[in-house]
C-alpha cells in the first residue's frame, strides 16, 4: 500500500537553529499538508500546498515557518530559527485529486528543541 | 467546519463491538462526517466518512442520524491493536480542505 514517508524519525536542535523537515507524499497525490502536535494536545493544521503553491495556513505559521516542493517528490518544512515551544511532533499528509479526499499520513518526525 | 462533541474516553471488551458517538448539530447540508484515528503518537490514519446515507467498509460502519445531527463510528469486533484515539470531524468534501481535530475519544480495548 503506498504510503507518506518522513524523515527524520527524531530531530533534536538548540534553540535558534534551522530545521528541514523532510515528507515524501505518496506520488500521483497533488494536495500536500503539514501538521503538529504538541505533546499531550491536540492535532493542530499548519499549511497546505497544492500546484507549487501554499493554499491555506494557519495562525501557527508565521515568518518562522516555510514549506517547499524542491522537486517532484519531496515536500520539505523549514522552521527557520526554532524556538523551545516548536517541540513537537510533525505530521506531513497528502491527497490526491479534488474528490478523493482521504488524506495519508506519515508517521511523523519528533522534533526536539534543546 | 461544523463543532463536533464526543465523550473523552470509552472502554470496549475485545471482540466487542465498539460504539463511538459524535454530536454534529450544526453541521450544514454540504458537510460530510469523516473518522480518522490515531494509534498512539503515529500519523492519524483515515477510517471512514459519510454525507447523510450509512456506510461501511473494512475497518468500521458509520451510522449517520436522518438529521445528520450525530453519527455513530462501529467497530464490529474490537481488538487490541483497535487502541486508539478516534476523531469525529465534519468537514466540506473537498480534497484540499484541512482537518481539524478536537480531542476525540480514547478507545481504549480491553482484554
Known amino acids: 500500500e503506498p504510503e507518506v514517508t518522513q524523515t527524520p524519525s527524531h530531530q533534536v536542535t538548540q534553540m535558534g537553529q534551522e530545521v528541514i523537515l523532510r515528507c515524501v507524499p505518496i506520488s500521483n497525490h497533488l494536495y500536500f499538508y503539514w501538521y503538529r502536535q504538541i505533546l499531550g494536545q491536540k492535532v493542530e493544521f499548519l499549511v497546505s500546498?497544492?500546484?507549487?503553491?501554499?493554499?491555506?495556513k494557519s495562525e501557527i505559521f508565521d515568518d518562522q515557518f516555510s514549506v517547499e516542493r524542491p522537486d517532484g517528490s519531496n515536500f520539505t518544512l523549514k522552521i527557520r530559527s526554532t524556538k523551545l515551544e516548536d517541540s513537537a511532533m510533525y505530521f506531513c499528509?497528502?491527497?490526491?485529486?479534488?474528490?478523493?479526499?482521504?488524506?495519508?499520513f506519515g508517521q511523523g518526525t519528533r522534533l526536539t528543541v534543546v | 467546519d461544523a463543532k463536533t462533541t464526543q465523550p473523552p474516553s470509552m472502554d470496549c471488551a475485545e471482540g466487542r463491538a465498539a460504539n463511538l458517538p459524535c454530536n454534529h448539530s450544526t453541521i450544514s447540508g454540504n458537510e460530510y462526517v469523516y473518522w480518522y484515528r490515531q494509534i498512539h503518537s503515529q500519523g492519524p490514519q483515515y477510517i471512514i466518512h459519510g454525507l447523510k446515507n450509512n456506510e461501511t467498509n473494512e475497518m468500521a460502519s458509520l451510522i449517520i442520524t436522518e438529521d445528520r445531527k450525530s453519527s455513530t463510528l462501529i467497530l464490529p469486533h474490537a481488538t487490541l491493536r483497535d487502541t486508539a484515539v478516534y476523531y469525529c470531524?465534519?468537514?466540506?468534501?473537498?480534497?484540499?480542505?484541512?482537518?481539524?481535530f478536537g480531542g476525540g475519544t480514547r478507545l481504549m480495548v480491553k482484554p
Open positions: 500546498f497544492y500546484n507549487n503553491e501554499i493554499s491555506e
Open positions: 470531524i465534519v468537514r466540506v468534501h473537498n480534497a484540499g480542505n484541512m482537518l481539524t
Open positions: 499528509a497528502s491527497t490526491a485529486e479534488h474528490m478523493n479526499t482521504e488524506a495519508f
